[in-house]
């Protein structure tokens, strides 16, 4: 049965400053043919020192509402998927409402890497289906580069950094969600992780010398599981809608590494013509990579009202969703 919502408004913050593989190269042991044919990575996006994750939170959310005819004051929630948040706690979700000076609407963060827009979506969804709620943000955004270590060449070459914004309203047509899934897997969680700097293992000057409080990640297992994890929900939520890869005009992955989506395309059967990337721009943007692809799309008329969309993520966690959604 289709869920009436619908995404009013889109908008990305992107932040100036770009580190090509070239710039990689004076830093650690790589080469921009490596990172290019490993991963399809060109360049990434490295916010400035002044800026946290709530700032691009805030940066998108302003361009998504202009796009959407609203105001700062018209929304019904904050949602923010992110990885790298501002601080643990509060959430990253209420510096950015304290930034867009909108005190009183309900504000909270999404936990779930790479997966946290889909999750986000889907929970927004059912907030504005409940008849309680209009007009929800849901913003994935990311500063990775404050959690990678740069010293790491297995890690730092695929980060990167940005946000991208949505706002999810009640839909009178035919747009909405088709299909959804949503999984999560725990005992894989110590192959993509950030040791160090929760209550397991609060920070120490120990924790600090070993940069425990950076991305550590097993790839190739990581790879193995993604492909086989967003193959198999895009399969799946194809199937729950009653259609083919044939009736989608594009499928959005989360952008990991090129190499990823391409395994998980010919996974699905899904041809990379109908697929839009970005990775080799920005890179891995955890939680943003799919709001990103979406708004690029939008901005490059890849998508008109009406067409049917497929999502995909997988992220550390494990965590693993798709969703088909009419446009
Ligand atoms: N430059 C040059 N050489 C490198 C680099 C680098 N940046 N990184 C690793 N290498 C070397 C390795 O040391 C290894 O050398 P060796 O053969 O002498 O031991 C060689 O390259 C091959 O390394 P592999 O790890 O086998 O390379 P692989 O083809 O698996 O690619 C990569 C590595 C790109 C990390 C890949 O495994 C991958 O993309 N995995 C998924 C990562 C990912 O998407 N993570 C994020 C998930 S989403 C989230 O929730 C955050």
Redesign the pocket.
Known sequence: MLRRIKIIGTGSAIPPRVITNFD?EKM????DE??KE??GISERHIVDKETATSDLVAESTLIALKAAGLEAKDLGAIIVAT?SPDTAYPPTACWAQKKLNIPGIPAFDISA??SGFLYGLELASALVESGRYRNILVSGAEVMSRIVNWED???C???GDGASSVIVDRSDGESGIISSYLGADGTLGDL?YQPAGGTRMPASQETIDKKLHT?H?R??E??KH?VRTMGDAAIRVLKEANITNKDIALFIP?Q??L??VDATCRRAGIPMEQTHTIIHKYG?V?AASIPLTLNDALQKGRIKRGDLLLFAA????FTWGAMVLRW
């Open positions: 990689l650690v042991d790589t080469s490596w990172i490993r991963t990885a890497a790479c060449r297995d890690t070459v695929i980060f993509l991305v990640m790839g190739k990581v790879f993604a989360h990991a590494n190499r990823i891995n955890p997988f992220g550390g966690g």
